[in-house]
């Protein structure tokens, strides 16, 4: 019984490590290029289709392709998020109020009746 009970808390050891690595897609995050959501979303004609760095909370996942993770942002600033093509990156559910970094291009996100904007990244990293 007592080796039973040891190996259930290693094992539970061994999932709270795995849980609390971060999650890396793509490249490296450039953290020399962070520029700060607030600044892009109050001057994106500036940063469009430029490379930065952004870092956010995660507010939604795509549910059906896993492609996309929405930033938080105030209500006054436009929308934004982290787009891949269906397939490149696959954003687990679980980042979901988690912080991420993400390295990439910013482009204007299609449709809507307000401004709004993600970014394609080549990079992305969500802390545990």
Same mark, same amino acid.
């Given at each position: 019984?007592?080796?039973?009970?040891?190996?259930?808390?290693?094992?539970?050891?061994?999932?709270?490590?795995?849980?609390?690595?971060?999650?890396?897609?793509?490249?490296?995050?450039? &953290?020399?290029?962070?520029?700060?959501?607030?600044?892009?979303?109050?001057?994106?004609?500036?940063?469009?289709?430029?490379?930065?760095?952004? &870092?956010?909370?995660?507010?939604?996942?795509?549910?059906?392709?896993?492609?996309?993770?929405?930033?938080?942002?105030?209500?006054?600033?436009?929308?934004?998020?982290?787009?891949?093509?269906?397939?490149?990156?696959?954003?687990?559910?679980?980042?979901?109020?988690?912080?991420?970094?993400?390295?990439?291009?910013? &482009?204007?996100?299609?449709?809507?009746?307000?401004?709004?904007?993600?970014?394609?990244?080549?990079?992305?990293?969500?802390?545990?």
């Amino acid at each position: 019984m007592n080796k039973i009970m040891t190996l259930l808390a290693a094992a539970s050891c061994v999932v709270v490590v795995a849980q609390a690595e971060p999650v890396q897609f793509g490249s490296d995050v450039q &953290q020399d290029k962070l520029v700060a959501l607030t600044t892009i979303l109050a001057t994106p004609e500036q940063y469009l289709q430029q490379g930065v760095t952004v &870092q956010g909370t995660i507010t939604a996942v795509c549910e059906k392709m896993h492609c996309w993770m929405r930033f938080a942002t105030a209500e006054h600033e436009p929308a934004f998020r982290i787009k891949v093509r269906d397939g490149d990156m696959v954003f687990p559910l679980s980042a979901k109020g988690k912080t991420a970094y993400a390295t990439g291009t910013l &482009q204007p996100w299609p449709g809507g009746d307000t401004p709004r904007y993600q970014l394609v990244p080549s990079a992305v990293l969500i802390e545990p």
